[in-house]
């Protein structure tokens, strides 16, 4: 075959397949109901499959870390501590969020919220490949197929839903109705529903899919070469097709692509270092300096209303037992929490948002030693409260683990300095792989439970 | 119970697996709902309306509005195709606003107040962004075009390619006329598409719909075609060409 001859042959095949389907569809429905009004040559069950396997492979992790994410919260341990309490049967998985390793929470929410940026150009494709699906006609053939469609609707309007919410939270532009927590946690829920169902009623079509057309054939074919799909039951591949401007490899190039241009710009902000300048368009790609306490903030003092005058030479820690039992609370000020043994501990700081900041070393008093010094010798939880007024973290409840860790520490300093205000001077709570909302700023009274 | 089934229209277990999907999404649901339910409510069913029914069809639109506005210039083309090269930058671009138009358009307010960093440098940063991705695409237009032999002077190309340029996307033509809707997302290739639509109007015209006409018109250009009075300038060289290099293009058509 010589290369005149290649698109001889190839150009009229398609043109006779397009006027067969005329035919075929002549009294069809008009506008997008009609099939023939979808002219992509390169919609169909393969290239839907693979689309789809690939967020099979990662939203499964987006929806495991965020579980965890909320896990890390100890939403158990307090009321104060939880952010959807009626949550019923969904905390069945709750268990005692551990310390170690200290990045844990820190790789947990990089993972979830930077994978999660990642498959956005994924499910767009994805969702692109199916369209057609949307307008298909007759829309209702009988009841299965309505309660099927019904289910795609969960799916669809989950995923969406879920990747909108996660995305605005992140950029701190919080339109969405009612608390974040609330919505992106049942909203998961609702996703995850709609895509096993889905997983369950077309594993079958997709492995039989994946197996009709080679991977490696599929990677070697380009544009002039790409052929429309053999006509399939799913009715994803059009009766009309028109040429083709890009094969089925350009498109998975195309969405890889976005997916790791999204990566490249955003990923910066989680590994911290001199790799957060790359992360260009991402909320805290930016560096703040090099000094001590020039690492990331994400709420200041001046925000939640915490004033120099508070924090300064009258300032005292009110440490003692919850519910007023025990002996009458201690007041300590600054100076004697500094004269107590000091311990230094090398701890990130991460956000639920994604961005986190590497190790930076905090210098204070271990928490079991103010536990003692409070007269619990055993304590289960530990409510540390914030001179911050309003706000659902002005307070959080720590579990018996995270207070007997060695490095869990009520900070006084960081890397050499003083706390600056803004990280929570004069005193805040930080414990390894713990969200960064639960290690309390402007700590001004601790109280801890005996068990 | 097999009459029930046949009513239903599938398995028992497909009944199953979807009575428990909505076991657990309403499940979910209640409490999604129970604080704002019409706002919840809202927001779910407009992530799917927005994006099936305004996003796509927009970036569709914007899709088949470059092909057709560029098809006009087509003579003055080169023959290399070029959408992809403009495409997937401009998509690219757009992807990126879609996921941090917040940050970019400055729309949270305390963003500064919260975090001490600056908001100002986003929609630079996108901008630079976007100008290096067309400058790339440029880029590897150029390099392509450098490597492909010289392609024959393009023919003229009188008015009737250009009544063809803008597909109606609105208004889907009736099912009974010759030339089948356009898909909105889907760009084509102008050229070959015309070509097809020669074949299509020629051995449709000729044969009434037979098979045979077309078969015939495969093997060589025949009298239809020309009596169709459609196909201008030397047969074939405008149409069949670019597919040519396409296929000795190899992946580079694809590897922006």
């Known amino acids: 075959m010589t290369e005149d001859e290649k698109p001889r042959t190839h150009r009229p095949a398609l043109a006779r397949l397009a006027a067969e389907a005329r035919r075929r569809y002549r009294g069809e429905m008009p506008g997008p109901f009609g099939r023939s009004f979808w002219r992509s040559p390169i919609r169909g069950p393969w290239l839907t499959s693979v689309l789809g396997l690939v967020l099979l492979a990662g939203v499964p992790v987006v929806f495991v870390t965020g579980l965890l994410s909320y896990a890390a919260y100890n939403p158990d341990l307090a009321r104060i501590n939880d952010t959807t309490p009626g949550k019923g049967l969904l905390g069945f998985y709750l268990f005692s969020w551990p310390t170690h390793p200290v990045w844990l929470y820190r790789v947990n929410q990089g993972l979830h919220v930077t994978l999660g940026l990642v498959l956005i150009p994924i499910l767009l494709a994805k969702l692109w490949s199916v369209l057609p699906k949307l307008f298909e006609w007759p829309p209702l053939r009988s009841p299965a197929h309505a309660l099927e469609r019904l289910s795609l609707l969960l799916l669809v309007g989950g995923a969406v839903f879920e990747f909108v919410t996660g995305v605005l939270n992140i950029q701190q532009w919080y339109k969405f109705p009612g608390s974040f927590y609330t919505l992106h946690f049942y909203g998961g829920w609702v996703f995850i529903a709609g895509l096993v169902v889905h997983v369950v009623l077309k594993g079958r079509t997709v492995i039989r899919t994946l197996r009709s057309r080679g991977l490696i054939a599929e990677l070697r074919t380009g544009t002039a070469a790409t052929q429309p799909e053999s006509p399939d039951a799913s009715e994803l591949v059009s009766p009309a097709p028109a040429a083709p401007t890009i094969s089925r490899r350009g498109v998975l190039a195309f969405a890889g692509a976005g997916s790791l241009l999204v990566l490249v710009l955003s990923v910066g902000q989680s590994l911290g270092g001199p790799l957060r300048r790359t992360a260009l368009l991402a909320p805290h790609g930016q560096d703040l300096g090099t000094g001590p306490n020039d690492f990331q903030i994400n709420q200041t003092a001046a925000e939640v209303g915490v004033s120099a005058a508070e924090t300064g030479g009258s300032w005292r820690l009110t440490l003692g037992q919850s519910g007023g039992t025990g002996p009458p609370p201690l007041r300590l000020s600054r100076a004697e929490l500094l004269a107590m043994e000091q311990h230094t501990a090398s701890l990130p700081i991460a956000c639920v948002e994604g961005w986190s900041s590497g190790n930076q070393a905090w210098t204070g008093v271990r928490l079991r030693d103010l536990a003692r010094m409070a007269g619990v010798s055993q304590p289960a939880s530990l409510l540390a409260e914030s001179l911050q007024r309003g706000g659902t973290f002005r307070h959080g409840v720590l579990s018996a683990g995270q207070i007997m860790d060695p490095d869990s520490l009520l900070a006084l300093r960081v890397n050499g300095a003083d706390l600056s205000l803004d990280h929570g001077y004069p005193a805040r709570v930080i414990v390894p792989a713990n969200p960064g909302v639960h290690n309390t700023k402007w700590v001004a009274r601790l109280s801890f439970a005996s068990s | ?256």
């Open chain 2, 1 to 256: 119970m097999r009459r029930q089934l046949r009513w239903y229209g599938a398995s028992p277990l497909h009944l199953l697996a979807l009575l428990a999907c909505f076991g657990l999404a309403g499940y979910a649901a209640t409490r999604l709902v129970s604080s704002h339910p019409v706002a919840v409510a809202v927001w779910f069913l407009g992530a799917v309306i927005g994006h099936d029914l305004l996003l796509m069809p927009l970036y569709s639109l914007a899709d088949r509005s470059v092909m057709a506005a560029l098809r006009h210039r087509e003579p003055q083309l080169p023959a290399t195709p070029w959408i992809n090269y403009v495409r997937v930058p401009a998509a690219l671009s757009g992807l990126l606003f879609l996921v941090w138009f917040p940050l970019i358009l400055r729309l949270q307010s305390p963003y500064h107040a919260s975090t001490t960093l600056s908001a100002d440098p986003y929609v630079w940063h996108w901008l630079a962004v976007t100008g290096t991705l067309f400058l790339l695409s440029a880029v590897a237009f150029a390099v392509r075009l450098r490597r492909q032999p010289r392609p024959a002077p393009p023919p003229e190309r009188p008015a009737a390619a250009q009544e063809e340029a803008g597909p109606d996307l609105e208004a889907g033509p009736p099912a009974d006329t010759v030339r089948p809707p356009a898909d909105p997302r889907e760009g084509d290739q102008p050229t070959v598409q015309e070509d097809q639509d020669h074949a299509l109007d020629a051995g449709e015209a000729a044969a009434d719909g037979a098979v045979a006409g077309q078969v015939q018109r495969e093997s060589r250009p025949g009298p239809q075609q020309e009596a169709a009075g459609e196909d201008q300038g030397p047969p074939d060289q405008d149409h069949h060409q670019p597919a040519a290099q396409q296929d000795e293009a190899g992946p580079a058509d694809e590897a922006q």
